[in-house]
């Protein structure tokens, strides 16, 4: 049939008559009402590269068993490394698995239901749980193509922020066993991670003794907790890959972040850069945006650990120092040695992670092991870093969480009789700002006159950030710093 004999979609364009207006699922138009063609013809197909001789050298690649040209080229291009070997990790989306598209007539009417949501024009919550209840039988069996759609993607966010935890559990069950997938898919990736974000909520209070559960009447019930638990050991195989790559790497950030029982706020460079912010009114649901820590269960705490010591034993020294300067994996390495350096300063390491080593150890050469062997390769890099745009923040990071007694052993090492010629650095003077938030006062002192000769060439320089950090520092640790004044 051709498309213009297709009868037209009746789609929601009066909020008030929604309900005699709903779509049926079964009354939408097929692939081939909607094309005119076969299912098979209108599927998507591969971009092929000129003519027969490269048919045929494609054909010779994929029975030796090497990767074509194009996935190396997306690979190089989202700064992913290839392996070389069989089951070698090539990242993009060339990796993701193809779930399908939404027709003409579906993505209409899901972006009809964005719009109602958009303008929250409700009478009541009752009316709103009963809207998003229709959304999501529309939605039923499509989870996966709206995640994966560019138009329809921000819509499963909104869904998510404003579901009943018997819906979220629902969602979790169809995302199961495609996580990793989703994870590096360039909009699937930000419905899991407002999944991830709207869920640890409710595992928080599935503790508490008087939580009532929506869900316990569901033909398949699971608690949040182990949903979550599931859903890592899907992750867990391919989480060095995930944190180099483009679109998973902030999942990866928050996860962790939030296993911990940290919150992750809206504006946190945990986030990707690209996210477009959902703005729903703030009876709605709301994500914890507050600074202080959420109680989560045991099992995430252990979870975590199993993670940062798995990290630390696996990665030798070159891949973290590659990481460490990554632009894309140096946010990620940042929250993993953050986790790393809280959990020690509160006697949480593990024994593995003790045996195997510590980021921060393998990083800067603090190690016990590098400090025997009285290699300086690590020094040197650690030095290096705080020159590095990419690699400075990390080191800021590490300043700022490292426990009392690393810190010492790196101010001593790498800091001490230097402050005066880094802060000169624009780059360097960030991780300066650091230190100086966490010396005692008689150290404070010492990087007072250190710092003192070059005050008033850093305010020619506009660099007057380091100086305001100094002159905070003194005021609250009762220094006289009156000689900045008189440098000005």
Request: proline share 3%.
């Amino acid at each position: 049939m051709p498309a213009s004999t297709c009868p037209p979609k009746q789609l929601i364009s009066d909020f008030q008559n929604e309900k005699q207006c709903r779509v049926k699922a079964d009354d939408l138009p097929s692939l081939t009402c909607i094309k005119g063609i076969s299912t098979s013809d209108s599927m998507p197909k591969e971009a092929k590269k000129r003519g027969r001789r490269a048919e045929r050298k494609r054909k010779e690649e994929a029975e030796k068993g090497q990767p074509g040209p194009q996935v190396l080229a997306q690979a190089e291009e989202a700064g992913h490394f290839y392996s070389g070997h069989d089951g070698g990790e090539v990242g993009g989306e060339e990796d993701t698995q193809f779930y399908g598209l939404l027709n003409g007539e579906e993505s209409e009417y899901f972006r009809k239901a964005d719009e109602i949501l958009e303008l929250n024009q409700f009478g009541d919550g009752d009316e709103r749980a009963l809207f998003i209840a229709n959304v999501w039988k529309e939605a039923y069996g499509k989870e996966l193509k709206i995640a994966n759609s560019q138009g329809c993607s921000r819509l499963l966010e909104k869904l998510i922020l404003m579901s009943s935890p018997s819906q979220l559990k629902s969602l979790w069950r169809k995302f199961t066993g495609h996580f990793s997938n989703l994870a590096q898919h360039r909009f699937a990736s930000h419905c899991c991670e407002m999944l991830f974000r709207r869920s640890v909520g409710i595992a928080s209070k599935e503790m508490e003794d008087d939580y009532v559960d929506d869900t316990v009447t569901d033909e398949f019930f699971a608690s949040m907790e182990s949903l979550f638990l599931y859903m890592l050991s899907e992750l867990e195989p391919r989480l060095k890959h995930l944190c180099t790559d483009r679109f998973a790497s902030h999942i990866v950030r928050g996860l962790l972040l939030l296993l911990s029982g940290q919150t992750v706020s809206s504006s946190d460079s945990v986030q990707s850069r690209k996210k477009e912010n959902i703005a729903l009114s703030s009876d709605i649901a709301p994500i914890l945006e507050s600074a202080e820590k959420i109680p989560v269960p045991q099992s995430f705490h252990d979870a975590v650990g199993k993670i940062l010591a798995a990290t630390a034993g696996s990665m030798s020294t070159e891949e973290i120092r590659s990481m460490a300067v990554h632009q894309i994996g140096g946010p990620t390495l940042q929250v993993l040695m953050q986790l790393e350096m809280g959990r020690s300063s509160k006697g949480g390491r593990t024994k593995a992670a003790s045996k195997e080593g510590t980021l921060l150890g393998k990083l800067t050469g603090t190690s016990t092991e590098d400090e025997k062997s009285g290699e300086s390769d690590s020094s040197s890099f650690f030095n290096n870093l705080l020159y590095d745009p990419v690699g400075s923040h990390l080191a800021e990071k590490i300043m700022a969480y490292a426990p009392k007694k690393e810190f010492k052993k790196l101010h001593k090492a790498f800091f001490k009789g230097r402050m005066g010629s880094l802060v000169r650095n624009e780059t360097a003077g960030f991780v300066i700002q650091r230190i100086l938030e966490r010396l005692e006062k008689h150290k404070l002192e010492e990087a007072l006159g250190e710092i003192l000769p070059q005050v008033k060439g850093l305010i020619e320089r506009s660099q007057v950030a380091v100086v305001k950090t100094l002159i905070d520092c003194c005021a609250k640790q009762d220094v006289e710093a009156s000689g900045i004044a008189e440098v000005c």
